[in-house]
């Protein structure tokens, strides 16, 4: 289908503290549009400071998703978070509304736009009789395997990428199905919907400066104390991993105080930006728009009506 016969679903990206939600609730009003979450975080209960939650104000404006769905000890992952994506996008576009897909979690957008690969795992055993095959037989006899069960992959691997040749064979193995069958299957949704996807920047100082204040308004809202009840429970692998648990950790343990916890938070929190940022730049598909209009005075209605 062309673009002119799809739906639209519409992305906005860029690093933390740059507006996006700001932007996205704004643009939600004009263009009739409810808004999925694709922060890795906003999906768990309790911690609503943490993950810089839309307040509920905002929430009541706008219908938004994928939002306090989770409890602290449950594991949330990009292939978690696209299977319930693409169910959402479907609800909404039923309601003919506009899906609006908003965060920073790079790897969470990219799997729901392009497909995520999901596997078994690993075989431990498996990985080391292929490996003391290639080492008897040599690397051709392992590559001229691959070529048999999975021509296609083996097409794109050297025959001495010993490790990418092991996986390949591994995944058949584990999978009964190729590495390209698997693919096949686990498309993203860029060839069913018109895929337009925006993305905020800021001159860097007055990003790191939004993002300073943001700190700073974090700790006045509670935040060691959020963390002091998450603390009490169980974290998973994924919660665990928020900016600003293990920051106010360090302070709860009296390794230092409040105020080395905010200036390593405010430094991991610009340094983890800086990874988004870098994340996102490659990707040709991104119209990138400045957020300096609005991050001010200025009100993100400039740019929604700008997209819509």
Not at 10 to 25: D, E, N, Q, R, S
Not at 69 to 84: C, G, M, R, T, V
Not at 190 to 212: S, T, V, W
Request: some cysteine.
């Amino acid at each position: 289908m062309t673009d002119s016969c799809r739906k639209k679903v519409i992305f906005i990206v860029g690093p933390t503290a740059i507006g996006k939600t700001c932007l996205a609730v704004e643009l939600a009003k004009k263009i009739g549009g409810e808004i999925i979450s694709a922060d890795s975080m906003q999906g768990y209960k309790g911690m609503d400071i943490l993950s810089q939650k839309p307040t509920k104000n905002e929430q009541k404006k706008v219908p938004h998703h994928l939002i306090s769905f989770l409890a602290p000890q449950d594991e949330y992952s990009a292939a978690n978070f696209s299977k319930l994506a693409r169910k959402k996008i479907e609800e909404i576009i039923k309601r003919q509304k506009t899906p609006i897909v908003v965060g920073g979690s790079g790897l969470y957008v990219k799997a729901l736009i392009d497909g995520v690969f999901p596997s078994r795992g690993k075989d431990e055993y498996l990985r080391k009789e292929l490996q003391r095959l290639a080492e008897d037989k040599g690397n051709l006899f392992l590559y001229n395997r691959l070529k048999k069960i999975d021509p296609a992959s083996a097409a794109k691997i050297h025959p001495n990428d010993l490790k990418r040749v092991i996986r390949a064979i591994e995944i058949y193995e584990l999978e009964k199905v190729t590495k390209t069958g698997l693919k096949e299957k686990t498309k993203g949704i860029k060839d069913k919907y018109d895929i337009k996807i925006f993305g905020l920047i800021a001159d860097r100082e007055k990003l790191y400066q939004r993002i300073n204040k943001r700190v700073d308004l974090m700790f006045r809202k509670g935040l060691v104390k959020e963390v002091e009840k998450l603390l009490r429970g169980t974290l998973s692998i994924t919660s665990s991993q928020a900016l600003g648990v293990k920051e106010v950790k360090g302070f709860l343990e009296k390794e230092y105080g409040i105020a080395k916890a905010k200036e390593i938070l405010k430094r991991n929190t610009r340094r983890f930006a800086k990874r988004q940022l870098t994340w996102f730049r490659p990707d040709s598909r991104i119209v990138w728009l400045d957020a300096g209009k609005f991050c001010g005075e200025e009100p993100a209605e400039r740019i929604a009506r700008e997209i819509a």
